[in-house]
């Protein structure tokens, strides 16, 4: 469960205030708004990129709001991916776990799983300059997954897709998600993509989040 | 409603212009600082013979010149590495209070006349305080002499080849996208983990480009080393100041072997590292 209390959040002059909402485990969430209502702000404060100001964040129940990106286990797609260029694909998805040191043939089996799940076995030997769009989503998808993560923070990921890779990635989503049962929040401004795939819909709209379900 | 036009458009007053004088003015700027360069080497070239080439090159205190050139230079280059990646990581990632001061203090060794830099040395390892001098606390304490010694000119390149390499590697990690580093710290990463990783093998190229700018600036350092180092054969004689010193006996000819066996050098380091830059970019 992801929860924020009252959180405020300052991005230079841009300011984001009083913000609170709550995402059930296991949920798809989607995040609406318009461009520049602080949607990619909002993100980088709950993975810890972005320091708050005010307010707390809760996650799986531990309060989170001032620990380090890499003690919140947050799976973090940007919307500009950022690869890594000198890396392999099958580097970018042992990333993770060779930083947290898992043991050679579990690293392995993990990659296989991921490589299958995804539908990038063929392309485990490339690196990131001889990837195409989709492919590059795919591999930034995998390696957030890689290590288990209890949520996965999706920054508007089909927005600079062709319609065809689009439809292929959002099916993609959906199939990971029933796979894994990871809690989701994906944050874009496409409506046909958001009631494609949202089982709860938010909107951030005048510095407020808006559930209209609740 | 538009109106229509009150006349055909003129096929008379419009053709297409010719490229040609563009680009042989960008070539005839261009090109003629090329040439010169080829003509400054040129005319070292024809002034010289490969006898007396041979000849300067025999010269035992030549020889230990070359060897001093050498490691000075490639000691300088690492060390300016050294101390460039860090510095040049900070002033590019962190925003902090200071900042502005410490870019311009980088740069001043840059912008100083040469022997205003080795007067500064002297008088830094020669300043008493309350009696005390660098100096002579190194000799007593270390019996590690700098100041006309091998180490003052190893300072003497340092101080100017470091600046150098800290712009190139600030340049570099300007290029590098902070984002990835931002996504390593969500994967697990600490700051540290995250620039060796993921910032580092990408600035690999850069380094290589630094380094091969210091070496190279620290190859034709002279200023700062004629004041703090002195030019005594056999012991702080480096290619630069050999040249220096044959002129001021009149050889001529000896000192354009050396400048030639420089320009050489030079070129060879060039042409290594600019190799090794192409085989390391992604």
Redesign the interface.
Known sequence: MIELHNVTIRAGTFILQHLSCQIPDGCYAVLMGRTGTGKTTLLEAI???RTVQAGEIHLQGKRMTQA???E?E???V?Q?L??????TVREHLE??LR??RWPITALKRRVDELAQLLQIEHLLAR???ALSGGESQRIAIG??L??QPSLLLLDEPLSALDEETRDQVQLLLQKMHQATGVTVLHVTHNRREAMQLADRLYLLEAGKILCPEE | MSNPPQSEPSTRTFRHRSDFPFLAAMWGLGGSYVLLVLLLIIADAVRTSPRHLGEALLKPEIQAAVLLTLKTCTLSAILSLWVALPLAYLLSRQHFPGRFLIDILVDIPLVLPPLVLGLSLLMLFHLSLDGWKLESWLRASFEFPVTYHVPSIVLAQFVVTASFAIRTLRVTFDRI?P??E?????????RG?AFF??CL??AVPGMLTAFTIAWARALGEFGPILVFSGTTPFRTEVLSTAIYLELGIGHLESAIAISLLMIALAVLVLVILRCLGDWTA?
Request: glycine share 6%.
């Open positions: 993975c810890g990129l380090r990106p890499a919140r947050i799976g973090y940007p500009d950022a690869l890594f260029p000198t890396m990333f993770a930083v947290r690196r990131v300059p390696r957030a890689s290590f | 996208d984002r990835a931002d996504v390593a710290r969500t994967l697990g990463c600490s983990q990783r993921v093998p990408q992604p």
